[in-house]
């Protein structure tokens, strides 16, 4: 299970501090987002690679990338740095199905393709699962929504942690959630109950 945010510098402290050269800065702020790429890459390769891929190669592939091409990131805010690691990401992705498929030649279609997935993956977290377990206030005293989520998400116990991100974000139906977790459609519902139970508690921590 990966650790939440640490520290009380805020995103953009970090990235302004980044901006200035400091690599270290660099390195803190692109730690805030492991767990939300990570979330955003099982979802694809729960999608398009049945599995076979491991998120935290992909992410520790962004991290690589975002190290390199940070000079020419222009941005200031904390939307638009998750906005341009989700751009990272998917061309990171992009790169993986192509092995997976044996293909060489670089597809532009499919990275944006997969740039807009990874977009809908998090306004699903924003407007789906955290807008009904928060209150406003609550959002509006943390950073970028679905990034908090990510976090919270990888605390739950991993049966909790599954079953919502097989109904919420990949849009499973309960029989197709039930065949992948290998349960019951009446236990896969008891247990997604009792996932937004923990998750409504983890949030208002």
Request: net charge positive; glycine share 6%; aromatic share 6%.
């Amino acid at each position: 299970m990966l650790s939440g945010n640490s520290g009380t510098l805020t995103a953009e402290s970090l990235l302004r501090q980044a901006h200035a050269g400091d690599q270290a800065a660099l390195g803190r702020l692109l730690e805030r987002y492991r767990n939300y790429l990570a979330l955003l890459a099982r979802v694809q390769i729960g999608r398009r690679l049945q599995g076979k891929a491991d998120p935290q190669d992909l992410v520790q592939e962004t991290f690589l990338q975002a190290h390199r091409h940070f000079p020419t990131f222009r941005g200031t805010t904390e939307e638009e740095l998750a906005g341009w690691l989700r751009e990272i990401l998917a061309a990171t992705f992009a790169n993986e199905l192509r092995r997976y498929l044996g293909t060489k030649r670089r597809d532009i279609r499919l990275e944006r393709e997969l740039a807009v997935e990874f977009d809908r993956s998090s306004r699903l977290m924003d407007r789906g699962l955290f807008a009904d377990q928060s209150s406003p206030s609550q959002q509006a005293a943390r950073h970028e929504e679905s990034v908090w989520l990510a976090d919270v998400l990888g605390r739950l116990p991993a049966a909790y942690r599954e079953v919502l991100i097989l109904r919420h974000l990949q849009e499973l139906s309960f029989s197709e959630v039930a065949h992948s977790m290998n349960r019951s459609v009446e236990a896969v519902k008891k247990l997604w109950a009792r996932a937004l139970i923990s998750l409504r508690s983890a949030l208002e921590v």
